[in-house]
């Protein structure tokens, strides 16, 4: 299996850029989710999904939309970037939305200039 | 609103020596998780603890639950240099699918 993945690994945007993280796993998990991680902060949570065809906001939602459209995959959308979302992204992933024991992805790295 | 806070926020122990993380919520929870985070890295699960009284030991650390006193802590027990890393709580609202991690505490052990 190879876990959960993300593309790209760093990504340099300018303000007003649109782009889209991807995250994908295989280990047929139920919940999905996209935290960001700022100095000082820990993780805050974006969106998650407890299953394919549904979302739901998490503490920080501005500026992001999401979609599941299959188990597998769950991408991030940014939608005019900001320099304030300049972040480390990481998507994670669980086999139950009752067990939240989550894999993490290993990230991407985004600077909005 | 769900609060997760974790102290220390940063540690510097001696390696041989015992110390404790505590984290602290503010809301009806019984499941609590601990991660570990190497600089530079992803996160790592440590521990699940799902119900009032969980207890779970993994080599020198022992984590614990207290639902009633909304309180987990996370034991080292002789510390070692592998064991420096980043170590954060999180906290999954009873009801609720949100998810909410306390801010880290950085471990640095010396020899």
């Known amino acids: 299996n190879a876990g959960v993945t993300q593309t790209p690994k760093f990504q340099v945007l300018k303000t007003g850029q649109s782009m889209t993280l991807q995250c994908a796993q295989d280990?047929?998990?139920?919940?999905m989710s996209w935290y960001r991680q700022d100095p000082g902060m820990g993780l805050r949570l974006i969106h998650y999904?407890?299953?394919?065809?549904?979302?739901d906001q998490g503490e920080v939602p501005n500026g992001y939309n999401v979609s599941r459209s299959t188990t597998e995959d769950f991408p991030l959308r940014l939608l005019s970037a900001a320099p304030s979302q300049t972040s480390v992204y990481f998507c994670?992933?669980?086999?139950?939305?009752?067990?939240?024991?989550?894999?993490f992805g290993p990230g991407t790295r985004l600077l909005v200039l | 609103e769900l609060k997760v806070e974790q102290n220390p926020l940063f540690l510097s122990m001696q390696e041989g020596k015992n110390y404790t993380i505590y984290c602290n919520y503010s809301?009806?929870?019984?499941?609590l998780y601990w991660y570990r985070q190497d600089p530079g890295k992803s996160l790592e699960s440590l521990f699940v603890?799902?119900?009032?009284?969980a207890v779970k030991q993994e080599g020198r650390l022992m984590a614990s639950l207290d639902t009633k006193a909304r309180l987990s802590t996370l034991h080292i027990t002789a510390a070692v240099h592998d064991l420096s890393a980043t170590y954060f709580c999180?906290?999954?609202?009873?009801?609720?699918?949100?998810?909410?991690f306390g801010a880290g505490t950085r471990l640095t052990v010396k020899p």
């Open positions: 994670a992933s669980s086999y139950h939305r009752d067990n939240k024991a989550q894999y």
């Open positions: 280990m047929n998990h139920e919940y």
């Open positions: 999904s407890v299953g394919a065809g549904i979302t």
């Open positions: 809301t009806t929870s019984d499941r």
């Open positions: 603890l799902l119900s009032n009284g």
């Open positions: 999180a906290v999954d609202e009873r009801g609720n699918n949100d998810m909410r």
